[in-house]
């Protein structure tokens, strides 16, 4: 027997509909890639997301084609994807950061026919374009003023293309499994996957991130994802904001502190998503320059792990609530937000600082395990780690053209390739990835616990903890650090800091003082190159 | 093209899976049939309603099958609940109050097969059983130390039932629009018509109801569903409190506003929620008996329209906040919230008791129009009204057995059969149904605005506006009321009330004081019956 019940699919642009009906004159605001600060509203958007999917279809655009977009966030890029979505087209988010070869290779893979770009990125695409045989068009997301002088194919501004169709359309329809985007993986461990989205996954995510135990997004909020929409989907902001009629205030390419705190206070923003770097930034510009953030109430800080110190920074100084998210570009992105139920109410100083670092607790819809290498369940004690592994109806089944098949077993579980625990009341810590953990006789270290602890040393830039051979434990931890502008450490120093704070046997080995430490596009530690570049060191008693 | 997401269905029991592992300490306290206070929690009402799916399959039981249950609001009645549809069969609830010919009509419309009574209501439905042919089995929802004498087909206590069986049992596995549950309309219109929910549509409605701007709840809520689940699918409480992690603290029997009272203040009730005769049985025992509510934070009104009184006095009084709502059996139910937006955030006194007599805005999935006769889209100008018409995934599509087919048109809009208008910002007003409607000399006048007007005159204890024939104007209103305990109000000191308060052309041509207004069986003013029993009476220059 059968619900009798409507058939009303859930697809991404009834999201847009939603917003322009019941939260018309809710502001996006956009610092242009030209300059100037922009505002519009989900109405307007709206308006020109349906003008841009006509346009589209009159340029032979068709349900399930890929539509490239390389751009920062603005209500232009905004636009772009619910005018591709809205069409059946699928929005792919290419990251700049990657080079060019890798952003020609994922062009090939996903074989993008149109491209959306900011003026920022003409030149790097002019280089890559003429690799990419199915690539037959190019707008540019500015206006015929500030177009510049570009070989690349039928290039044309978004404000003349956007004006050369009306509004007369209906979003088109079909069903909510259709694919509405893609976005490959950060390729930390190796190369990128392609992850394909579908427009049930995304409103289906988008409706579990609004939660009050997630972000908590209402009607009152302006939200600031100054995480790209490049990054893992965007986290889910272009569609959580409008469903909650949260404002939006787009950073644009100002992504240095200056402008990030400029947009903060200016705009009232009070919510704001990024990873870690970008708050070192901003913190280090605050303390410099002074300021306060009257408005912000939470900051969401995910996509690698949040030291202490930006925890405690942003709560002790600046009374703002930190949210330590966690997430991957296969989860659309959202995994666990570590906000504080009951159980945890009363902790405080360290204690909760203990608990503000765990990754969280996952929102209903999003199911977890840990299980050892055979695949059995681990306790769920705070202590025991193992393989992650993750199900639900926003993470992926697969990845394009099949690729990483090993990742997903029968029962429909998809291995996160991170290393966590799990504590009594369903918190989540992330301890490694499975690809950087370290064993040292037969036991595992955490090299992320490590590594957050040495960013609390007052001489400490940056921190990585590699596992390097050892005869008698096949492996041990050696600490990577990249010293703060003219400050000199002794490396026993920073052991001395660690003393007590760690086993005594995840005491790291050595520390190797390095200039800089390889990042990857997204700006996370790249453990691969590291352990590369470290490839002829040799432990003291090695 | 189609996404590459996981196939995970939205079922019910996989919100109990979620509560149970996520907020497996978080209580179910009960005020218990048979007396005392009953304290479980989501891991123990789970495994429960495992042995219960297993028992029932034991039984029988199969994907399909409508098991009745007709209970108060219980820790027995939600493990009831999930236990059959985590089968896949049907939970049919029953409303007591109802006429036995009538239930015993909706228990052989809807084939039930077995049921799950409280003790409350044996011999209530001793006298209706042998009138259900299907019905072969009565589970009494209490233990063996307080079973009855009873004649009921196989009857058995619930205790010793579930004892019948192990938690070694998984959830059966189905397509998300198997029919999870059922459940009549109230009648206020006429027949009751079934209402048949899906997996799906229940999810998705608990989904959007927990939201910031709709409930907004979370793990630190206790919420006391006053509202028994069987109406209108209870209000969805049963599926969004195990969603958010809240507790749930669970009447029983007691609806009086003493034991309301007992239960919010000792419970530390945050959030509630009932029709508005229940809030004014509260306020009414406060106003007598003094007391407080310190842990109420909001109280949700719906299922009729809410008093101006009744808001004043939670917030002024008592600083709890009001949420008005709508909703239907149709809707799953909730339609609209009255939250305040942004736009609202200014308004004081007068003009937000105004906004907050609104019946609010809906959630991401509820889209609403309002109608003139000849289905053209009304302005949303905040008094323009006309037909209410809605669509959503939580929406029905058609009554059980087809009835009703003249609600539903071609492009899935369910009219509502209410009367409304709505504002600039999407705010819905309901000014009556459509059947009660009034049209004095082509124009309408809204019933439920008077009403309620009329309900804030100190000697008013309850009143209702019906239409009269009248010769000249075709129809004009009548302003029937019932005056509270010893008061001797004069018809004109009742006008001369209203008068300044709505349009000249509104104002009632006379007033009937009776000594009661008849009632269905949620409590609503059952207008038909009044007009029948009125059916004599003449307009003064009729
Ligand atoms: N709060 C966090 N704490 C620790 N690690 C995090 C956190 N959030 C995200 N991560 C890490 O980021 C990963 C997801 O990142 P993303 O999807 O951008 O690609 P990637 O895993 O870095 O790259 P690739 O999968 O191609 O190797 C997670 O699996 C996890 O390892
Ligand atoms: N906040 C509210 N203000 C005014 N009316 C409301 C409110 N909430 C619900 N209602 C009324 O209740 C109706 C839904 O009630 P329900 O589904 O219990 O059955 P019913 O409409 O009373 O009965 P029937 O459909 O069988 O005639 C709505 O259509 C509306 O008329
Ligand atoms: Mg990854
Ligand atoms: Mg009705």
Redesign the interface.
Known sequence: ????????P?VCH??L??AA???G??EVVSRSIEGPLHRTNYAEVRVRALKLAKRLEMDGVK??DRVATMAWNTWRHLESWYGILGLGA?YHTLNPRLFPEQIAWIMNDAEDSLLFVDLTFVKLIEAIAPKVPSLRRVIILTDDAHMPETSLPGAVSYETYLAEADDDFAWAEF?E????GMCYTSGTTGDPKG???????NV?HA??A????ML?????DRLMPVVPLFHANGWSTAFSCP???ASMIMPGAGMDGESIYQMLTRERVTITAAVPTVWLMLLQRMEKEGGDLPDLERVVIGGAACPRAITRAFQDVYGVKVMHAWGMTEM?PLGTVCSI???Y?DLEGDAKLDLLSKQG??P??V?MKVTDDENRELPWDGKTFGKLKV??????????KGRGADQFDAE?W?DTGDVAHMDA??YMQITDRSKDVIKSGGEWISSIEIENLAVGHADVAEAAVIGVAHPKWSERPLLVVVVKEGRTPLKSDILGFLDGKIAKWWMPDDVVFVAEIPHTATGKIQKMSLREQLKDYVLPDG
């Open positions: 027997m059968l619900g009798l019940m409507q058939d009303w859930l009834k999201i509909d939603h009906t019941y939260h004159g809710r349900l399930g699928v069903d499994r259709t694919a509405a992850v394909v989205y579908s427009h049930r996954s289906l409706m579990t609004v939660q009050p135990d908590n997004l209402s009607s009152h469903m909650a009629g659309s139920k009951p159980e109410d607790h996952p209903f819809t199911e199900r639900g109806p926003a993470v992926s089944a697969s990845y394009y429909g998809f009341h369903g």
